[in-house]
Nanobody
Framework: QVQLVESGGGLVQPGGSLRLSCAAS????????MSWYRQAPGNERELVAG????????KYADSVKGRFTISRDNAKNTVDLQMNSLKPEDTAVYYC?????????WGQGTQVTVSS
């Protein structure tokens, strides 16, 4: 079965950096588009970044462009999110996502808190 396991979250000061990682299993990772979403308390889940199956194409939410970078390693079945210049408004639970056979799959999420 599809499994997505996020790691790398934590508490960081404004302006700091974190690197999130998602380990995927249960499907042919290199065939699928992967995404990172986030959800802050009281807010809807929103798309942060996405990457094509080969890694040749990426997209970002306007709010994170120039600060976040999504990447993947198809040999290791991982997709990462490098987050720089973090702001308090980046505080949220971050989720890894794949859509496979018209079903959405999510990890358990990892908490990112940006605070001084």
């Amino acid at each position: 079965q599809v499994q997505l396991v996020e790691s790398g979250g934590g508490l960081v000061q404004p302006g700091g950096s974190l690197r999130l990682s998602c380990a995927a299993s249960g499907f042919t990772f290199s065939n699928y588009y992967m995404s990172w979403y986030r959800q802050a308390p009281g807010n809807e889940r929103e798309l942060v970044a996405g990457i094509s199956n080969t890694g040749s194409s990426t997209k970002y939410a306007d709010s994170v462009k120039g600060r976040f970078t999504i990447s993947r390693d198809n040999a290791k079945n991982t997709v990462d999110l490098q987050m720089n210049s973090l702001k308090p408004e980046d505080t949220a639970v971050y989720y890894c996502n794949v859509v496979r056979l018209r079903s959405n799959y999510w990890g358990q999420g990892t908490q990112v808190t940006v605070s001084s």
